[in-house]
């Protein structure tokens, strides 16, 4: 259990008075506006501490309920009560008082520094802020977590995790991708394979359990979820031999109610998927790096699986592979099966699905129909009937190029529409013969082959958004080629914990753009697409305003008109913006929220701010990026 010290802790941030509803004296302006102090993060303590900032009065903070799911499914307005803003994780917000016409003028209210909270180079900061009743929680990829007065920007509490600092089991860099709250709690899934329950209004641990060991292979980045007195926590580690799993707790006390393994075991439907004289589905991956959606009304839990282990040799492993890289939903109440869909088989080429799966009623064939969807690392958006898994508007099993020694599918499951990035390469790059115009789905061995996209996407984990006035799917991505070799013949079957590719990465011959595109979800058509220099390793948001907010590596964050991508807004924060926004309404105003702390992964400069913007704004962009690592110059129309 977690020891609790008194800290003294000073939170630094830029606050200007944007209206007299904040009631602030220009005496406490000016002296929240000089407290600078950046503390450095305590580390190699076992157990988190909690501290509630210089002994600041936290008895007033409202302890969220037990929320019913009609609370969770409404489309967020006075809060932002979850990741992904709803159950349905359509990331969209009803509010308009921003909008295309006034956008221009949002600014900021005030800039908070996290204490320097996850400024080194292996953390990145990919935590969407939740809201309730005046107070912002965030969690840094250090797994540190603050409550912050919307009011003020001032930091009420802190709860610091004090990793263990030779975790070396974590993919792709530190991260948290968000807290969820309920029953009183801020519930966190931190890197080291626990489960914490901290208190709403104090940060102190609750209960705290070792949901899974580290050791192991097994960390925790997505964010717990919420729902019907239970916390679900979805473990992620698929590179590691690990076999891929979510698990439900009782959110009171951290009691163990049910376990989903997501790839079957003796005796369960889809475990003749995998070979039958070896143990490889033990350590077979298919890990989740989401946090599900939920139709209260179905009573269904939805998530998307990662790659099957080891990633590029296909040989230790013939078969189709279930429930890697598929669509999942199981019951909410039991963690039974109800039904899957398999978008890769038996893949190669990790192309897993990280992005959140989202839920949405949309109009097909002159019918509503309940969809769920996912934007895969393959390029494509997957569109599924919610209520039994089918195609909604099609996906057609197409045959594929084949190796034996990869014992390749014969087919795969292409969906019907348009895919947001390109699925081959023109021009082949310098010392690289094409083979199959690099086209996706061909199979390598030795030596290996350049195809597209690479193993980063596609889509990865930024959450996509969704607007239900236009049924327009907004989807962040990456256009870029990649070496695939893999592929031994003799290779051992590892230890839990122990690295399982099959192959080293290839690299990345060619360079890499950002796509951000809009898709029409009743066709599965795109509508329109950007091109950026860089990545794009962002989540948005949509907005009733006519907008889709969303962040750059650059440093800024930025509003595009929703009809046509048109960049409306930019505000330059210093340091990247890879984490979605919120938004909500707070005494009568709209505002946005967004962290600003970098990625490892996207080569993002670090930072430890949370911003806060609302047309009464009047802070101005932070007037240099930071230099803490490589990161692009922004420049005109991309």
């Known amino acids: 259990m977690a020891v609790n010290k008194s800290l003294n802790s000073k939170s630094s941030f830029r606050f200007l008075r944007p209206s007299a509803a904040f009631g602030l004296c220009l005496a406490c302006v000016a002296m929240l506006a000089l407290s600078r102090v950046h503390a450095a993060p305590q580390q190699g303590s076992p157990s988190g501490t909690s501290s509630s900032a210089e002994a600041r009065d936290v008895s007033h903070l409202a302890a969220s309920p037990a929320f019913a799911a009609r609370d969770l499914a409404a489309p967020p307005r006075e809060n932002w009560l979850k990741v992904g803003g709803s159950l349905s994780n359509e990331n969209w917000s009803p509010l308009n008082q921003i909008n295309r016409e006034n956008v221009g003028t949002l600014k900021a209210v005030w800039q908070t520094h ?54 070396n089991t974590v993919c792709c860099g530190w991260t948290s991708r968000g807290i969820a709250i309920g029953g009183g709690n801020v519930y966190l899934g931190q890197l080291d394979g626990r489960l914490v329950a901290l208190d709403q209004k104090s940060g102190k641990p609750n209960w ?64 003749d998927t995998w070979p039958k004289d070896t143990d490889a589905w033990k350590y077979g991956g298919a890990t989740v790096w989401q946090t599900p959606a939920v139709d209260p009304e179905l009573g269904l839990l939805y998530f998307t699986t990662g790659n099957p282990g080891p990633d590029f040799n296909g040989r230790m492993r013939p078969g189709d592979n279930l429930f890697a890289n598929s669509m999942v939903a199981i019951e909410t109440k039991t963690g039974k099966y109800r039904w899957h869909f398999q978008q890769i088989h038996h893949d190669l080429w990790d192309y897993d699905g990280p992005n959140p799966v989202m839920l949405f009623d949309v109009k097909v064939d002159g019918r509503i129909r309940k969809a769920a969807a996912e934007a895969n690392k393959d390029g494509w958006v997957y569109i599924l009937d919610r209520t039994n898994g089918k195609p909604l508007i099609g996906i057609d099993e197409r045959p594929v190029p084949q190796e034996a020694r990869q014992f390749t599918s014969p087919t795969q499951p292409i969906p019907r529409g348009d895919a947001f990035v390109p699925q081959s390469i023109d021009v082949a790059p310098e010392g690289y013969t094409l083979v199959n115009q690099g086209r996706t789905f061909t199979p390598f061995w030795g030596e290996g082959i350049v195809l597209k996209p690479s193993p980063r996407g596609g889509a990865n984990w930024p959450p996509s958004s969704y607007d239900p006035a236009t049924d327009f799917y907004y989807v962040c991505a990456t256009d870029a080629a990649s070496l695939f070799k893999g592929g031994e013949d003799d290779q051992k079957l590892p230890q839990e914990g122990q690295g399982y590719l099959g192959s080293a990465f290839g690299g990345m011959p060619l360079g890499s753009n950002g796509i951000f595109a809009a898709l029409d979800m009743k066709t599965n058509r795109l509508v329109w697409q950007q091109r950026w220099k860089d990545s794009c390793y962002s989540g948005s948001v949509t907005t009733a305003g006519g907008l889709v907010f969303v962040g750059r590596n650059d440093g800024r964050m930025t509003a595009l008109n929703s009809s046509n991508g048109q960049r409306l807004w930019e505000f330059q924060t210093g340091a990247g913006v890879n984490a979605p926004p919120s938004v909500f309404e707070y005494e009568g105003d709209e505002y946005v929220a967004v962290y600003s702390g970098g990625s490892l992964f996207a080569s993002a400069p670090r930072g430890d701010s949370v911003f806060l913007f609302s047309l009464r704004g009047a802070l101005t962009p932070v007037s240099e990026i930071s230099s803490k690592s490589p990161v692009a110059q922004p420049a005109e129309n991309r």
């Not at 603050?146 to 509490?157: C, D, E, H, P």
């Not at 076999?243 to 475990?271: N, S």
């Open 208 to 271: 705290s359990i070792q949901a899974e060991q580290w050791q192991q292979g097994y960390t925790i980045t997505a964010a717990p979820l919420y729902y019907d007195g239970m916390v679900i926590a979805a473990f992620a580690g698929g590179e590691k031999a690990v076999r891929g799993r979510v698990k439900a707790y009782d959110a009171q006390d951290g009691r163990l109610i049910w376990t989903f393994y997501t790839i079957p075991g003796p005796g369960e439907m889809g475990h």
């Open 114 to 167: 996290l204490d320097g909270s996850a400024l080194a180079t292996k953390y990145s900061g990919e935590a969407q802020p939740v809201v309730y009743e005046g107070v912002l929680y965030i969690v840094t990829g250090a797994d540190d977590v603050f409550a912050m007065s919307l009011k003020t920007g001032q930091i009420l509490w802190k709860y610091q995790a004090h990793l263990d600092q030779s975790i």
